[in-house]
């Protein structure tokens, strides 16, 4: 059974940082991509940040340039460095870990970090 554990999340004021971390219970080689989503009161999950097995990284258009993915293979963790938050960044933060098995995907996700961004 995957687990995905998330920490790092907190209060913050805007401009500020944060880091948020996912640690796996296995190999993180296993699993085809990584990501980090979030979700606000009211609003759907959406995509932040992915990171594949090769290394390839992609971004929210609302996120680029101020938020960084990377992956820790030796650690087995996933980390979302974030710069220069916005009030419009707090949400409840997910990591997500998806693994391709035949022809079956599994989402795997983790119980969730808040991040709040005051004005």
């Known amino acids: 059974q995957v687990q995905l554990v998330e920490s790092g999340g907190g209060l913050v004021q805007a401009g500020g940082s944060l880091r948020v971390s996912c640690a796996a219970s296995g190999s993180i080689f296993s699993f085809n991509r990584m990501g980090w989503y979030r979700q606000a009161p009211g609003k759907q999950r959406e995509l932040v940040a992915a990171i594949t097995r090769a290394g390839t990284t992609s971004y929210a258009d609302s996120v680029k340039g101020r938020f960084t993915i990377s992956r820790d293979n030796v650690r087995n963790t996933v980390s979302l460095q974030m710069n220069s938050l916005k009030p419009e960044d707090t949400a409840v933060y997910y990591c997500?870990?998806?693994?391709?098995?035949?022809?079956?995907?599994?989402?795997?996700w983790g119980q969730g970090t808040q991040v709040t961004v005051s004005s």
């Open positions: 997500n870990a998806g693994q391709l098995e035949g022809v079956i995907y599994y989402d795997y």
